[in-house]
């Protein structure tokens, strides 16, 4: 760990299109986070901020470039934490399983007044992911933001004309009350934000954002749920959305006409500005709080370049032709590993859910972090999972082997349901997706956050272990998560150590945070 150290000067632009976006940076970059006052929806509260903005700035580099993103710790806000980590959603992380992120399970947290290096690459990856805090539930006060590895050979590069900072679409609820003070479990944001603005039901007609399109133009938007917790229905007033990536995964081009989308997911749809040109809504519709549309809220404005500068006249979402999980076929690797039948495994693990009123089991524990991170312990010699901590959340997966996990849900195991649950370290194939009792072994979804779905719902992935690590598997509804809604899968744990060299840095990042906070956060 550091004191305070430049690697890049922040800069901003303001981009055509019609919104004032902050230029993206990266591959190599300063990341400073501290807190601020700001009001996207007209009520003005502290906050968590990057390089000064909310969300936080775009992140861009191409595939097989090494990230080298210094975090540099600035918080000074105890009621939001003055610790830090940051986790890269959805970088595999191989060989720097010591950068995924998590707060103890792969790492000790940053310490106030420090710096953190995370250096790692996209190796073969490339598609949209994003970046928040994996320390209890400090991401929801606003330390979060999208990332984008673009890849020069895209298979779907004839598909679009533009694809940049433009046609990044965030989707955040935001509260008021900060998420250490507020109740354990919200029922509802006061708003949502579609790029950073949005308004509160029965607030003042705030600014929205506006995405400007060109007539004729073919437009790659990148579509970000940065929830902490609700899902969100997201349609185009008068536009199909064309789907060819969902979470890093590119997919046989899929024409719907709204997408539900959970929190931690990507897609990335072509939308073809073809209609008259005017100004239309863009729509996300929260799975809780206010689910209307009444005075803009859960809005903002698709405007044709040439329109007037004005709002769309009043209207509903129709929510015709929702996009099917089970329907999104990957252009490459489709064959789910293992034999084609439901348990045809190395490894299968079912996940029982419960629930006891404030905390959440799986398989009869909760998820307590503890106070040596998990990745840690291993290093230091912990090479039998059940003496590694927490007791009871830690699994053991065999090396190079296809592994099996399920998740039933019942009527009352899971209360908040439907749960998206992403795992770190891996994409994983959906054999078994919600709201359907078939399997598929020949050409399911992949992905790497998945609808754990309702009550009678079985969703069951597979995935190889390739990755040794410590690899985090939890619920990412950050209210839930916090309250133990997660387990740790151990892979290959006698390579981990040689796998995963990490950092002198990294072995300073615990005896800095034991002596700042020596009574932990």
Known sequence: MSKFQSLAAFVAICLAHGRLVAGAIGPVADFTVSNANISPDGFTR????????????????????NFKINVIDSLTDDDMLTATTIHWHGFFQKGTNWADGPAFVNQCPISKGNSFLYDFSSTTQAGTFWYHSHLSTQYCDGLRGPMVVYDPNDPHKLLYDVDDESTIITLVDWYHTLARQGPRFPFGADSVLINGLGRTAGGDATALSVITVKKGKRYRFRLVNISCDPNFVFSIQGHSMTVIESDSVNVVPYTVGSIQT?????????????????????????????????GGVNSAILRYDTAALAEPDPATPTNSNPLVESKLVPLTNILAPGRPVKGGVDYALNLDFSFNGTEFFINGSPFVPPTVPVLLQIMSGTQD????????????????????????????????????????????????????????YLNPPQRDVVNTGTAGDNVTIRFRTDNPGPWFLHCHIDFHLEAGFAVVLAEDVPDIAKDNVAPTAWSDLCPTYNSVYPNGI
Do not use: C
């Open 262 to 294: 959970y929190a931690g997911m990507r897609y990335s749809f072509i939308l073809n500005a073809n209609q008259v040109a005017d100004n239309y809504w863009i729509w996300a519709i929260p799975s809780v709080g206010t689910i209307t549309t009444d």
């Open 46 to 65: 502290a906050a968590i901020v990057v390089n000064n903005q909310f969300p936080g700035p775009l992140i861009t580099g191409k595939k097989g470039d």
């Open 385 to 440: 999972a059940a003496s590694l901590l927490p007791s009871g959340s830690v699994y053991a997966l065999p090396a190079n082997a296809v592994v099996e996990l399920s998740f039933p849900i019942t009527a009352t195991n899971a209360p908040g349901a439907p749960h998206p649950f992403h795992l770190h370290g891996h994409t994983f194939y959906v054999v078994r997706s919600a709201g359907s009792t078939t399997y598929n």
